[in-house]
């Protein structure tokens, strides 16, 4: 039987050689590399011949230089027959989202048992998707939590999403006014209908709604 070649990325070096002595014990898995955040998962690969290329990556959430979801989509972008598998301590609804969006066909945390692990593996390099029930339930809470924000998002018109960006910028009405060459007053209706429209008190907390729902990013 052909042994499934996996590269280990993890920041933590006991952890890499724990799951590294672990996995040599399984006669099916090869460990070929390891990396400790996801530009040396990068750097590996584009160094790398056909022939020592891994069939999967182990790949840790939060690494310094370049994190796991970062690594996961520019490896997939060059690599895009390769699979990978997010093992991580932390289990948050928007991670797991972007986790599965940036392609990785599972995503596992660290407490789970060695039996989870291998069949997350094994499932891995067959492309076929593992998830404990927690995680499937962060997925679809993440995923409603999306569709939530965008519902939101729809209700508010092109001029109001201009205004509510600068608000969370910290610019006053005048400001907004001039940058928008619009009258203080035009910026004044605005800003009445933003506070009715997503049922808030004042603009500190317009500044602070439009920060914790991701939408400055979009300005």
Request: glycine content about 4%; some cysteine.
């Amino acid at each position: 039987m052909e042994k499934i070649k996996i590269l280990l990325a993890d920041d933590h070096d006991m952890v890499r050689m724990g799951l590294k002595t672990y996995l040599m014990l399984e006669e099916q898995f090869h460990i070929i590399a390891e990396a400790a955040n996801g530009r040396e998962v990068l750097d590996w690969l584009e160094q790398s011949n056909e022939h020592e290329m891994p069939d999967l990556i182990l790949m840790d959430m939060m690494m310094p230089v370049m994190n796991g979801v970062e690594a996961t989509r520019l490896v997939l972008q060059n690599y895009p027959q390769m699979k990978i598998v997010i093992l991580t301590s932390f289990l948050e609804d928007e991670l797991v989202v972007e986790a599965i969006e940036a392609g990785a066909v599972s995503y596992i945390l660290k407490t789970v048992s060695a039996e989870e692990l291998i069949y997350a593996l094994q499932g891995a390099s067959r492309g076929m998707p593992v998830m404990t029930g927690d995680i499937s339930q962060a997925l679809t809470r993440g995923i409603r939590q999306r569709s939530t924000v965008q519902n939101e998002a729809s209700q508010l018109t092109v001029r109001e999403r201009e205004v509510l960006m600068l608000i969370a910028e910290g610019m006053s009405n005048k400001e907004i006014a001039e940058e928008l060459h619009i009258s203080i007053k035009t910026v004044k209706t605005h800003v009445s209908n933003l506070l009715m429209k997503c049922e808030l008190e004042d603009r500190t907390q317009l500044a602070i709604y439009a920060h914790r729902k991701g939408w400055v990013s979009q300005h």
